[in-house]
């Protein structure tokens, strides 16, 4: 089945560290959208990248959607105790290229941040 | 953005009840949602709540289980029916203002059955 896979499950970090998180999924996606849930939130959405390459930044967020709409990645440098949760990728399938799942978003399975102060 | 009011935001139920969590929108919005977030795990979609018709289920969820209103494109109703220990999640309604944009979530019912 369509499957969008998310790793590090788990990433702990001095504050001050960078950190990085990586979604690739199975089928061609029309969009990559990322998300932030902070403990105990609900999740909240950062950015949406729909051209094939293209890169996005954020203060000390970036953001990349590969060549071939399957991946993508964020990455956050000198992290910040503000910047604790869990992100999460999520992207629909793209129906031209045999997803069956149109315009829903499939979440990856998120990666939890932890920053020591 | 949209402003969505979501309730309860937590409730403790007992095995075999049913609870209907409720969610109200600020504007007319044409594609709700309903997710469940299973503790320290992914959002799972449970269904798109249509407006005037019976809402459509993913795999693995059916009405009988968790039956969705729609009265209006401004107001949702999700149940969970006959609930067991298994039911309890985080569940999480959401909607859309495009067809590929961004998802909006009301605050989340934290749901702990016993």
């Known amino acids: 089945g369509q499957q969008v896979m998310q790793i590090p499950q788990y990433q702990h970090v001095q504050e001050g560290e960078d950190f990085t998180t990586y979604c690739n999924s199975s089928?061609?996606?029309?969009?990559i959208q990322w998300y932030k849930q902070r403990p105990g939130g609900h999740p909240v959405f950062l950015i949406q990248?729909?051209?094939?390459?293209e890169v996005k930044k954020q203060k000390r967020l970036t953001f990349q959607f590969g060549e071939a709409k399957k991946n993508s990645s964020l990455h956050i440098t000198a992290t910040q105790t503000t910047d604790v949760g869990t992100y999460f990728c999520a992207g629909p399938f793209d129906p031209n290229a045999g997803g069956t799942s149109y315009g829903k978003l499939t979440f990856g399975q998120g990666t939890i941040l932890t920053v020591h102060p | 953005s949209a402003v969505i009011s979501q309730k309860p935001s937590r409730d403790i139920c007992q095995r075999g009840t049913s609870l209907t969590i409720q969610c109200q929108v600020d504007?007319?919005?044409?594609?709700m949602f309903w997710y469940r977030q299973q503790p320290g795990q992914s959002l799972t979609l449970i269904a798109t709540?249509?407006?005037?018709?019976?809402?459509?289920?993913e795999s693995g969820f059916v009405i009988d289980k968790f039956p969705i209103s729609r009265p209006n494109l401004t107001f949702s109703t999700l149940t969970v029916s006959n609930m067991s220990p298994e039911d309890s999640s985080i569940y999480l309604c959401s909607l859309r203002t495009e067809v590929f944009g961004k998802l909006f979530f009301g605050s989340g019912t934290q749901l702990s059955v016993l």
């Open positions: 504007s007319q919005v044409t594609m």
């Open positions: 990248l729909v051209k094939s390459g």
């Open positions: 089928t061609t996606l029309s969009n």
């Open positions: 709540a249509n407006q005037g018709s019976e809402a459509t289920y």
